[in-house]
Protein backbone atom coordinates (compact mmCIF):
# COMPACT_ATOMS: atom_id res chain seq x y z
CA UNK A 1 0.00 0.00 0.00
CA UNK A 2 1.08 3.62 -0.75
CA UNK A 3 0.04 7.01 0.58
CA UNK A 4 0.64 9.04 -2.83
CA UNK A 5 -0.51 12.36 -1.45
CA UNK A 6 -1.60 14.16 1.67
CA UNK A 7 -3.41 17.19 2.00
CA UNK A 8 -4.00 18.85 5.74
CA UNK A 9 -5.67 21.42 6.97
CA UNK A 10 -5.35 22.93 10.48
CA UNK A 11 -4.32 19.89 12.21
CA UNK A 12 -2.26 20.18 14.96
CA UNK A 13 0.46 23.14 14.24
CA UNK A 14 0.21 22.51 10.49
CA UNK A 15 -2.26 25.05 8.99
CA UNK A 16 -1.99 23.86 5.42
CA UNK A 17 0.42 21.33 3.56
CA UNK A 18 -0.07 19.17 0.76
CA UNK A 19 2.06 17.05 0.36
CA UNK A 20 3.52 14.29 -2.63
CA UNK A 21 5.09 11.42 -1.33
CA UNK A 22 7.94 8.64 -2.51
CA UNK A 23 6.86 4.84 -2.43
CA UNK A 24 9.81 4.00 -0.83
CA UNK A 25 11.65 6.28 1.94
CA UNK A 26 10.05 9.95 3.15
CA UNK A 27 12.21 11.79 5.13
CA UNK A 28 11.10 14.77 7.45
CA UNK A 29 14.08 16.56 8.71
CA UNK A 30 13.96 19.60 11.54
CA UNK A 31 14.76 20.70 15.06
CA UNK A 32 12.13 19.45 18.19
CA UNK A 33 8.34 21.14 18.38
CA UNK A 34 8.39 21.96 14.58
CA UNK A 35 5.66 19.45 13.48
CA UNK A 36 7.58 16.31 12.19
CA UNK A 37 5.42 14.42 14.24
CA UNK A 38 2.12 16.10 13.31
CA UNK A 39 2.53 14.87 9.96
CA UNK A 40 3.24 11.26 11.08
CA UNK A 41 0.44 11.68 12.96
CA UNK A 42 -1.78 12.74 10.35
CA UNK A 43 -0.93 9.82 8.25
CA UNK A 44 -2.08 7.13 11.44
CA UNK A 45 -5.14 9.51 11.96
CA UNK A 46 -6.60 8.59 8.34
CA UNK A 47 -5.87 4.90 9.04
CA UNK A 48 -6.83 4.71 12.85
CA UNK A 49 -9.56 7.23 12.71
CA UNK A 50 -7.57 8.57 15.94
CA UNK A 51 -4.36 10.24 17.04
CA UNK A 52 -1.20 7.95 17.68
CA UNK A 53 -0.83 9.74 20.99
CA UNK A 54 -4.45 9.30 22.44
CA UNK A 55 -5.61 12.98 22.50
CA UNK A 56 -8.91 13.99 22.38
CA UNK A 57 -10.24 14.48 18.79
CA UNK A 58 -10.69 18.55 19.84
CA UNK A 59 -7.45 18.55 20.36
CA UNK A 60 -5.59 17.83 17.42
CA UNK A 61 -7.54 21.03 15.84
CA UNK A 62 -5.65 23.91 15.46
CA UNK A 63 -5.61 26.67 18.02
CA UNK A 64 -8.53 28.88 17.02
CA UNK A 65 -9.16 27.30 14.14
CA UNK A 66 -13.11 25.62 13.89
CA UNK A 67 -12.33 22.75 11.91
CA UNK A 68 -9.54 20.30 10.67
CA UNK A 69 -9.27 18.24 7.81
CA UNK A 70 -7.47 15.42 6.22
CA UNK A 71 -7.52 13.66 2.90
CA UNK A 72 -5.36 11.06 1.48
CA UNK A 73 -4.80 9.64 -1.88
CA UNK A 74 -3.58 6.01 -1.83
CA UNK A 75 -2.63 3.00 -4.25
CA UNK A 76 -3.81 0.03 -2.56
CA UNK A 77 -4.05 -3.71 -4.11
CA UNK A 78 -4.15 -2.21 -7.26
CA UNK A 79 -6.49 0.35 -7.17
CA UNK A 80 -6.50 3.98 -6.31
CA UNK A 81 -8.56 5.30 -2.50
CA UNK A 82 -9.47 8.03 -1.58
CA UNK A 83 -9.74 8.58 2.42
CA UNK A 84 -10.72 11.79 4.31
CA UNK A 85 -11.49 12.98 7.80
CA UNK A 86 -12.97 16.25 8.65
CA UNK A 87 -13.88 17.40 12.19
CA UNK A 88 -15.84 20.35 13.31
CA UNK A 89 -15.43 21.40 16.96
CA UNK A 90 -18.27 20.04 18.90
CA UNK A 91 -19.48 17.64 16.85
CA UNK A 92 -18.37 14.03 15.78
CA UNK A 93 -15.60 13.33 12.97
CA UNK A 94 -16.70 11.89 9.65
CA UNK A 95 -14.49 10.22 7.59
CA UNK A 96 -15.42 9.14 3.92
CA UNK A 97 -13.90 6.12 1.51
CA UNK A 98 -14.39 7.65 -2.16
CA UNK A 99 -16.59 10.49 -0.85
CA UNK A 100 -19.02 7.89 1.09
CA UNK A 101 -19.35 8.18 4.92
CA UNK A 102 -18.77 4.92 7.02
CA UNK A 103 -21.95 4.59 8.98
CA UNK A 104 -19.50 2.68 11.81
CA UNK A 105 -15.38 3.90 12.01
CA UNK A 106 -15.22 0.15 12.73
CA UNK A 107 -15.60 -0.61 9.48
CA UNK A 108 -12.35 1.45 8.34
CA UNK A 109 -9.88 -0.25 10.75
CA UNK A 110 -7.83 -2.90 9.20
CA UNK A 111 -8.27 -1.17 6.01
CA UNK A 112 -4.84 1.27 5.60
CA UNK A 113 -2.70 -1.00 7.94
CA UNK A 114 0.14 0.95 9.68
CA UNK A 115 2.71 0.79 12.11
CA UNK A 116 4.30 4.11 14.22
CA UNK A 117 7.08 3.48 16.46
CA UNK A 118 7.81 6.32 18.93
CA UNK A 119 9.35 8.36 22.08
CA UNK A 120 6.07 7.42 23.29
CA UNK A 121 6.22 3.82 23.28
CA UNK A 122 8.36 4.02 26.55
CA UNK A 123 5.11 4.07 27.98
CA UNK A 124 4.22 0.04 26.93
CA UNK A 125 7.40 -0.45 29.82
CA UNK A 126 7.28 2.13 31.89
CA UNK A 127 3.24 2.84 31.86
CA UNK A 128 0.60 0.59 33.70
CA UNK A 129 -1.13 -2.29 31.80
CA UNK A 130 -3.66 -0.15 29.72
CA UNK A 131 -0.84 0.65 27.59
CA UNK A 132 -0.08 -2.99 27.10
CA UNK A 133 -3.92 -3.87 26.38
CA UNK A 134 -3.76 -0.98 23.83
CA UNK A 135 -0.93 -2.14 21.73
CA UNK A 136 -2.58 -6.17 21.81
CA UNK A 137 -5.70 -4.41 20.60
CA UNK A 138 -4.25 -2.01 17.94
CA UNK A 139 -2.50 -4.91 16.11
CA UNK A 140 -4.63 -7.70 16.45
CA UNK A 141 -7.75 -5.42 15.30
CA UNK A 142 -5.99 -4.42 12.33
CA UNK A 143 -5.79 -8.04 11.14
CA UNK A 144 -8.84 -9.29 12.57
CA UNK A 145 -12.54 -7.83 12.11
CA UNK A 146 -13.55 -10.55 15.13
CA UNK A 147 -11.32 -9.25 17.38
CA UNK A 148 -12.16 -5.91 17.07
CA UNK A 149 -16.06 -6.77 17.19
CA UNK A 150 -15.85 -8.97 20.44
CA UNK A 151 -13.78 -6.08 21.79
CA UNK A 152 -16.58 -3.36 20.84
CA UNK A 153 -19.50 -5.21 22.32
CA UNK A 154 -17.23 -6.67 25.56
CA UNK A 155 -16.38 -2.99 26.71
CA UNK A 156 -20.26 -1.79 25.97
CA UNK A 157 -21.34 -4.75 28.20
CA UNK A 158 -18.68 -3.48 30.86
CA UNK A 159 -19.75 -0.02 30.75
CA UNK A 160 -23.59 -1.55 31.48
CA UNK A 161 -22.04 -3.71 34.55
CA UNK A 162 -20.18 -0.60 35.76
CA UNK A 163 -23.74 1.78 35.42
CA UNK A 164 -25.68 -0.88 37.40
CA UNK A 165 -23.10 -1.35 40.19
CA UNK A 166 -22.54 2.69 40.31
CA UNK A 167 -26.71 2.85 40.75
CA UNK A 168 -26.78 -0.31 43.50
CA UNK A 169 -28.90 -2.46 41.27
CA UNK A 170 -29.45 -5.77 42.79
CA UNK A 171 -31.57 -7.85 39.93
CA UNK A 172 -29.11 -11.11 39.61
CA UNK A 173 -31.16 -11.49 36.32
CA UNK A 174 -30.13 -8.20 34.55
CA UNK A 175 -26.08 -9.40 35.94
CA UNK A 176 -27.06 -12.38 34.61
CA UNK A 177 -28.10 -10.87 30.93
CA UNK A 178 -25.35 -8.28 30.42
CA UNK A 179 -22.30 -11.14 32.04
CA UNK A 180 -23.29 -13.02 29.61
CA UNK A 181 -22.59 -10.72 26.86
CA UNK A 182 -19.11 -10.14 28.74
CA UNK A 183 -18.58 -14.03 28.72
CA UNK A 184 -18.77 -15.27 25.24
CA UNK A 185 -16.80 -11.73 23.72
CA UNK A 186 -14.21 -12.22 26.47
CA UNK A 187 -13.92 -15.86 25.41
CA UNK A 188 -12.53 -15.22 22.18
CA UNK A 189 -10.55 -11.85 23.38
CA UNK A 190 -8.69 -14.26 25.35
CA UNK A 191 -7.82 -16.82 22.89
CA UNK A 192 -7.16 -14.21 20.84
CA UNK A 193 -4.82 -12.78 22.51
CA UNK A 194 -3.11 -15.53 23.75
CA UNK A 195 -2.84 -17.15 20.29
CA UNK A 196 -1.01 -13.65 19.28
CA UNK A 197 1.99 -13.83 22.14
CA UNK A 198 2.44 -17.11 21.10
CA UNK A 199 3.26 -15.95 17.26
CA UNK A 200 4.18 -12.85 18.34
CA UNK A 201 7.25 -13.97 20.86
CA UNK A 202 9.42 -15.14 18.18
CA UNK A 203 9.13 -12.38 16.00
CA UNK A 204 9.94 -9.84 18.36
CA UNK A 205 13.17 -11.45 19.53
CA UNK A 206 14.42 -11.73 16.14
CA UNK A 207 14.23 -7.97 15.97
CA UNK A 208 15.24 -7.41 19.35
CA UNK A 209 18.70 -9.42 18.50
CA UNK A 210 18.86 -8.20 15.26
CA UNK A 211 19.64 -4.69 17.17
CA UNK A 212 21.12 -5.77 20.60
CA UNK A 213 22.81 -8.76 19.44
CA UNK A 214 22.18 -12.37 20.61
CA UNK A 215 23.90 -11.64 23.98
CA UNK A 216 20.08 -9.95 25.96
CA UNK A 217 17.76 -12.55 26.74
CA UNK A 218 13.90 -11.42 26.21
CA UNK A 219 10.48 -12.94 26.61
CA UNK A 220 6.89 -11.72 26.97
CA UNK A 221 4.27 -13.30 29.00
CA UNK A 222 0.55 -12.66 28.99
CA UNK A 223 -1.02 -12.13 32.39
CA UNK A 224 -4.79 -12.72 32.44
CA UNK A 225 -7.61 -14.30 34.79
CA UNK A 226 -8.30 -16.37 32.29
CA UNK A 227 -5.18 -18.36 31.95
CA UNK A 228 -5.59 -22.14 33.24
CA UNK A 229 -8.69 -22.44 32.04
CA UNK A 230 -10.46 -20.17 34.39
CA UNK A 231 -14.25 -18.77 32.92
CA UNK A 232 -15.15 -15.56 32.62
CA UNK A 233 -18.47 -16.66 34.30
CA UNK A 234 -16.62 -17.71 37.38
CA UNK A 235 -14.37 -14.52 37.28
CA UNK A 236 -17.50 -12.06 37.44
CA UNK A 237 -19.39 -14.62 39.99
CA UNK A 238 -16.48 -14.47 42.02
CA UNK A 239 -15.87 -11.01 42.36
CA UNK A 240 -19.64 -9.78 42.55
CA UNK A 241 -19.96 -8.68 46.02
CA UNK A 242 -16.52 -7.24 45.94
CA UNK A 243 -17.19 -4.75 43.05
CA UNK A 244 -20.07 -3.74 44.58
CA UNK A 245 -18.13 -2.52 47.50
CA UNK A 246 -15.52 -0.74 45.51
CA UNK A 247 -17.99 0.31 42.79
CA UNK A 248 -16.66 -1.06 39.59
CA UNK A 249 -15.22 -4.37 37.54
CA UNK A 250 -12.44 -5.30 39.11
CA UNK A 251 -11.38 -8.57 37.26
CA UNK A 252 -11.47 -9.65 33.88
CA UNK A 253 -10.24 -9.29 30.33
CA UNK A 254 -10.11 -5.57 30.55
CA UNK A 255 -7.70 -5.62 33.22
CA UNK A 256 -5.00 -8.55 31.47
CA UNK A 257 -1.34 -7.05 31.34
CA UNK A 258 1.34 -7.98 29.18
CA UNK A 259 4.86 -8.61 31.14
CA UNK A 260 7.59 -7.55 28.95
CA UNK A 261 11.26 -9.54 30.18
CA UNK A 262 14.78 -9.56 29.75
CA UNK A 263 16.96 -11.67 31.42
CA UNK A 264 13.56 -13.18 33.26
CA UNK A 265 13.16 -9.77 34.99
CA UNK A 266 10.60 -7.43 34.32
CA UNK A 267 11.89 -4.75 31.77
CA UNK A 268 10.55 -1.44 33.63
CA UNK A 269 13.30 -2.73 36.89
CA UNK A 270 16.34 -3.68 35.30
CA UNK A 271 16.33 -2.03 31.38
CA UNK A 272 18.79 0.51 30.94
CA UNK A 273 17.54 3.29 28.53
CA UNK A 274 19.29 1.63 25.42
CA UNK A 275 17.88 -1.40 26.11
CA UNK A 276 14.01 -0.51 26.74
CA UNK A 277 14.22 1.71 23.21
CA UNK A 278 15.71 -1.28 21.83
CA UNK A 279 12.76 -3.51 23.25
CA UNK A 280 9.68 -0.78 21.87
CA UNK A 281 11.68 -0.79 18.72
CA UNK A 282 11.37 -4.47 17.97
CA UNK A 283 8.06 -4.63 19.64
CA UNK A 284 7.12 -2.27 16.39
CA UNK A 285 8.95 -3.82 13.80
CA UNK A 286 7.67 -7.35 14.93
CA UNK A 287 3.91 -5.63 15.00
CA UNK A 288 4.48 -4.56 11.11
CA UNK A 289 5.26 -8.54 10.25
CA UNK A 290 3.03 -9.68 12.14
CA UNK A 291 0.41 -7.56 10.30
CA UNK A 292 2.20 -8.21 7.15
CA UNK A 293 1.72 -11.56 7.48
CA UNK A 294 -2.09 -11.82 8.04
CA UNK A 295 -3.19 -8.90 6.26
CA UNK A 296 -2.55 -8.88 2.50
CA UNK A 297 -1.92 -5.23 2.05
CA UNK A 298 1.60 -4.15 3.41
CA UNK A 299 1.71 -1.59 6.06
CA UNK A 300 3.23 1.72 6.07
CA UNK A 301 5.74 2.45 8.57
CA UNK A 302 5.79 5.24 10.46
CA UNK A 303 9.19 6.04 12.30
CA UNK A 304 9.54 8.57 14.67
CA UNK A 305 12.97 9.91 16.25
CA UNK A 306 13.97 6.61 16.61
CA UNK A 307 17.77 6.88 16.95
CA UNK A 308 17.17 9.31 20.03
CA UNK A 309 19.38 8.04 23.15
CA UNK A 310 20.91 4.82 21.39
CA UNK A 311 24.61 4.22 20.98
CA UNK A 312 26.29 4.21 17.68
CA UNK A 313 26.25 0.16 17.23
CA UNK A 314 22.60 0.28 17.71
CA UNK A 315 21.87 3.12 15.50
CA UNK A 316 23.55 1.39 12.91
CA UNK A 317 22.19 -2.04 13.33
CA UNK A 318 18.71 0.04 13.22
CA UNK A 319 20.01 1.77 9.70
CA UNK A 320 20.63 -1.88 8.21
CA UNK A 321 17.38 -3.46 9.47
CA UNK A 322 15.03 -0.46 8.41
CA UNK A 323 17.31 -0.57 4.58
CA UNK A 324 15.93 -3.52 4.30
CA UNK A 325 13.88 -5.23 1.29
CA UNK A 326 11.37 -6.20 4.11
CA UNK A 327 9.11 -3.07 4.75
CA UNK A 328 7.16 -0.66 1.66
CA UNK A 329 6.65 3.02 2.09
CA UNK A 330 8.72 4.06 5.19
CA UNK A 331 8.38 7.53 6.83
CA UNK A 332 10.98 8.74 9.08
CA UNK A 333 12.04 12.21 11.22
CA UNK A 334 15.37 13.24 12.76
CA UNK A 335 16.99 15.92 14.30
CA UNK A 336 19.88 15.07 12.44
CA UNK A 337 20.21 14.33 8.53
CA UNK A 338 23.23 11.93 8.71
CA UNK A 339 20.76 8.96 9.86
CA UNK A 340 18.94 10.15 6.92
CA UNK A 341 21.29 9.89 4.77
CA UNK A 342 22.92 6.59 5.51
CA UNK A 343 19.10 5.08 4.90
CA UNK A 344 18.95 6.83 1.58
CA UNK A 345 22.23 5.52 0.97
CA UNK A 346 21.71 1.79 1.50
CA UNK A 347 17.94 1.97 0.27
CA UNK A 348 17.64 1.42 -3.51
CA UNK A 349 15.19 3.59 -5.51
CA UNK A 350 12.61 6.59 -5.02
CA UNK A 351 12.95 9.13 -1.66
CA UNK A 352 11.58 11.99 -0.75
CA UNK A 353 13.51 14.48 1.87
CA UNK A 354 11.25 16.97 3.41
CA UNK A 355 12.04 19.79 5.86
CA UNK A 356 9.59 21.23 8.74
CA UNK A 357 9.93 24.43 10.49
CA UNK A 358 7.33 26.26 12.51
CA UNK A 359 4.29 23.83 10.93
CA UNK A 360 5.62 24.25 7.19
CA UNK A 361 6.67 21.40 5.22
CA UNK A 362 9.37 21.87 2.43
CA UNK A 363 10.16 19.53 -0.34
CA UNK A 364 14.08 19.27 -1.10
CA UNK A 365 14.39 19.71 -4.62
CA UNK A 366 16.91 17.23 -4.80
CA UNK A 367 14.94 14.20 -3.57
CA UNK A 368 14.52 11.73 -6.29
CA UNK A 369 15.43 8.13 -7.93
CA UNK A 370 18.92 6.97 -6.81
CA UNK A 371 18.15 3.36 -8.75
Not at 121 to 146: F, N, P, T, Y
Not at 268 to 293: E, H, N
Not at 311 to 332: H, K, W
Not at 364 to 369: E, H, S, T, V
Amino acid sequence: MILNNLHILNYKNIAEAALDFSPKVNCLIGNNGMGKTNVLDAIYYLSMCKSSIHLPDASVITHEAPFMMLQGRYSRRGVDEEISVALQRGKRKVVRRGGKEYQRLSQHIGMLPIVMVSPMDLDLIRGGGEERRRLMDVIISQADKQYLDALIRYNKALEQRNSMIRHDMRDPLLYETVEQQMCVAAELIHRMRRQWVEQFTPIFMEYYHAVAGADESVAMRYDSPLNGGVTMEQVLHDNRERDMIIGHTTRGVHRDDLELLLAGHSMRRTGSQGQCKTYTIALRLAQFDFIKAVNPTTPILLLDDIFDRLDALRVERIVDVVSGDRFGQIFITDTNRTHLDQIIQRQAGDYRMMTVEHGVVTADPKGGNRA
